[in-house]
């Protein structure tokens, strides 16, 4: 079993549609594929097309004393969502301070899931480093949009994850600008492939859709596809 995560190097950065998209496109591929929401705006579900009116999740399971592997959705017999349920601040502050107590509980929980799952995907909060604390992840992606703001605060975060260039305009100077001079200066951590500004992306959500389902042949579903791949090709290679 391989763990991947996306995590925004800042908010906004359309991580919940990217990991929607690529377990999408990781299942079509032949995976088994479970996506697992750590953020608690619990809006990883929305790509779905999971009730919104419910509440159930991990992280409301956890306060209310239930089975929290439960709370997963079956969307077909490969792919699965377990989303993080619907909390009050105070409640997703008490599930943070619980994770930092016990930072190898996902630890615990992937090895529990390791048996029924070829790829588990975490959608990561940009802050709160215990609901970040997911156990061993091969791919530790970070996500980034060609602007300043990404640019700056690559800079102020030191990493060697991978990072990843989503909503690339090729029509706008500025983001060849940001994308030429990251290539340069992350040459080993830059993937090797963009994910291309397209309308459909944001369409798919409202048709609460991952892209690739919503719109096949989308330039964004088939950058997905290729990421997809890419995914699969770096598993052989660090296996």
Request: glycine share 6%; hydrophobic share 45%.
């Amino acid at each position: 079993m391989t763990s991947l995560s996306l995590r925004g190097v800042r908010g906004g950065v359309g991580t919940s549609s990217l990991l929607a998209a690529v377990g999408h496109a990781l299942e079509s591929l032949g995976e088994r594929v479970l996506l697992i929401d750590m953020c608690p705006e619990n809006l990883l579900r929305l790509h779905f097309n999971l009730p919104a009116a419910d509440t159930g999740g991990w992280a409301r399971a956890m306060l209310d004393g239930e089975d929290w592997h439960a709370q997963a959705w079956s969307l077909k017999p490969t792919l699965q969502v377990l989303p993080y349920g619907q909390l009050a601040d105070d409640e997703s502050d008490e599930i943070e301070r619980h994770l930092r107590a016990d930072p190898l509980l996902w630890t615990r929980r992937q090895g529990s899931l390791a048996r029924d799952y070829d790829w588990l995907l975490f959608d990561l909060p940009q802050r709160l480093p215990g609901h970040a604390a997911i156990g061993p992840c091969l791919l530790p992606i970070r996500v980034a949009e060609a602007d300043a703001a990404c640019h700056v605060l690559l800079h102020q975060q030191a990493s060697d994850a991978p990072l990843l260039v989503n909503r690339f305009d090729p029509a706008s100077q500025l983001q060849r600008d940001f994308l030429l001079i990251w290539r340069q200066a992350y040459a080993g951590q830059i993937l090797p492939l963009t994910v291309h500004a397209d309308e459909a992306l944001r369409e798919a959500l409202a048709f609460r859709q991952p892209v690739g389902q919503y719109a096949t042949d989308s330039l964004a579903a088939q950058d997905v596809l290729s990421l997809a791949t890419w995914c699969l090709t770096r598993r052989g290679e660090l296996a």
